[in-house]
């Protein structure tokens, strides 16, 4: 796989620095709470799991799988939820993990669709946010990394399913989506 990577963008130590910072940020924030952390599959699995560990409160985590992208690398603007939470979100201070903001199309489909179940709170944190050169009409409220507008795979991030288990964060070669 590592011959499809043009360059490595965050190797696994400024990831776990960054993850780890988050979960302190996140463990001052919802002193006293306990937060329901919600991970959007499957791309922010391997973040979610470092996250959980990062923040030092009780808390419980539940799963929700969207899909906007198809196999491709362009968003199809529409989302779909495969899996619904288990856990009730109803009065809850949920956390919403997702991969990566670059469009906002599916964030801002989530929100509307989770904060119809009434969660007391509501925030996003996002392992990256994607420059894409104007105001997206969703905010990530923690952010680890701001990147700008390339493909991106590993540590969770897929091109059709692939590159997921890469232990950094890489820029996919152009010839390989082209
Ligand atoms: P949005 O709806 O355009 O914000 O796209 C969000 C989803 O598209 C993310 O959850 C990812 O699954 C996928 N996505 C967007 N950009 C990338 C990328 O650079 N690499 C891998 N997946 C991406
Ligand atoms: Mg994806």
Request: glycine fraction near 6%; charge should be negative; charged fraction near 30%.
């Amino acid at each position: 796989m590592n011959k499809d990577i043009e360059r490595v963008l965050y190797d696994r130590n400024r990831i776990a620095e960054a993850v780890e910072s988050l979960g302190k940020t996140i463990t001052e924030d919802y002193k006293g709470k306990t937060p329901l952390i919600l991970c959007v599959l499957k791309g922010a699995w391997i973040f979610h799991s470092d996250l959980i560990r990062a923040i030092d409160l009780p808390c419980d985590v539940d799963f929700i799988t969207a899909k906007s992208y198809g196999m491709g690398s362009q968003s199809s603007g529409k989302l779909r939820i495969l899996k619904e939470p288990d856990i009730s979100l109803e009065g809850r201070d949920v956390i919403i993990v997702e991969d990566i903001l670059d469009t906002a199309v599916t964030l801002s489909a989530l929100i509307h669709i989770l904060s119809e179940k009434q969660p007391g709170s509501l925030k996003i944190a996002v392992l990256l946010d994607k420059n894409l050169g104007y105001e997206k009409k969703v905010k990530a409220d923690y952010t680890c990394f701001k990147v700008e507008n390339e493909f991106l795979v590993g540590y969770g991030l897929d091109y059709a399913e692939r590159y997921r288990s890469l232990p950094y964060i890489g820029v996919l070669k152009r010839e390989v989506y082209q």
